[in-house]
């Protein structure tokens, strides 16, 4: 990447640290109070006691060869020797969600936006915008498996160019992320396990999606995914699951622009909704559900 040019010093709440043009900021690690470092501590140590037996094999061994480690919050530089070395990808520091398209467009040339700040200690349980843990504990470890890998950069053009079509290609195609990288399932043989950011770095939804009765749990279908609207502010009604990183990538190869054209002229599904045509893992109870407030 080209040196990014300092713009100006932005400050927020977050604190204060230099931002530029792009929108890329420098971690400022030594700026961490212990406070920040407990937090990830206690985040971290929660999560993997709840992920054995519930994250796939594929994140948890991504994990471990991360190098990450509870006892402290890790350097992007350190992280990003050995994700440079596996599969080509590197983390930059970003003060939280960026414009659309320079998400997509730092995707599409393999660089992870991570925001460099960190719940505080009353957020543990829910924190509504991405942090540092959320990012970094949930998105970066699948970066170094070199097919999920390979699918977040084409997904990365993928949006460059959806972008370029309009705003529903856009909603189509957010939905397939949401319900793959944010909220995927997949199969092991030991039964369902969770590869989604979302629910891995959330100790509730991570047993609320496997164990409870309330959620569907349906098998993946591209255009199905791509019409289904989702929840924000509560668990998912619904989760998708895959049979294989492979699947989900030979599923996305093709041009969505025919895709998004067909779609343009149908209706969406409201987030709990199971078909006819739906391969049933698991019909949801719908026990709790909001009744309104998909998008
Ligand atoms: N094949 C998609 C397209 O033509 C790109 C894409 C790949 C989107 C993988 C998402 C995930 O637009
Ligand atoms: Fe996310």
């Known amino acids: 990447m080209n040196q990014p040019r300092r713009v100006e010093n932005l400050h927020t709440d977050k604190g204060k ?59 992007f530089d350190d992280l990003n020797q050995a994700l440079r070395a596996a599969t080509g990808w590197e983390l930059i520091g970003v003060e939280g969600l960026l414009p659309e398209l320079d998400f997509f467009d730092h995707l599409a040339n ?13 957020q543990i349980d829910y924190i509504e915008e991405p942090d540092l843990f959320h990012d970094l504990f949930g998105h970066v470890p699948l970066l170094i ?29 957010t939905r397939l992320y949401w319900y793959t990288v944010e909220f995927g399932l997949i199969k092991q043989k030991e039964g369902l396990r969770i590869y989604g950011s979302g629910i891995v770095s959330s100790k509730g939804e991570s047993i609320h999606c496997l164990e409870s009765a309330a959620p569907n749990r349906i098998g993946f279908d591209l255009e199905r995914i791509m ?47 199971v078909l006819d045509a739906d391969q049933v893992y698991h019909r949801g109870s719908g026990e709790g559900w909001a009744g309104d407030g998909d998008v």
């Open 17 to 75: 640290v230099p931002v530029y043009a792009t929108g890329v900021v420098e971690q400022p690690w030594a700026d961490y109070s212990a406070v920040d470092h407990d937090v990830w501590r206690r985040l971290y140590e929660r999560q993997r006691q709840i992920l054995v037996g519930r994250a796939s094999d594929e994140f948890l061994i991504a994990q471990d060869a991360m190098g990450m480690t509870p006892d402290r919050i890790p350097k």
């Open 110 to 122: 393999r660089r992870f936006p991570v925001t460099w700040w960190i719940r505080k200690p009353e």
């Open 145 to 173: 498996n070199p097919l999920f890998a390979d699918y977040m950069q084409a997904y990365g053009r993928g949006g460059v160019k959806a972008h370029g079509i309009g705003p529903e290609a856009l909603v189509n195609l």
């Open 227 to 273: 019409r289904t609207r989702y929840r924000i502010d509560t668990y998912q009604k619904t989760y998708f699951v895959i049979d294989s990183f492979e699947q989900l990538i030979e599923a996305t190869e093709p041009d969505f622009t025919p895709i998004y054209a067909r779609l343009a002229a149908q209706d969406s599904y409201p987030a709990g909704t």
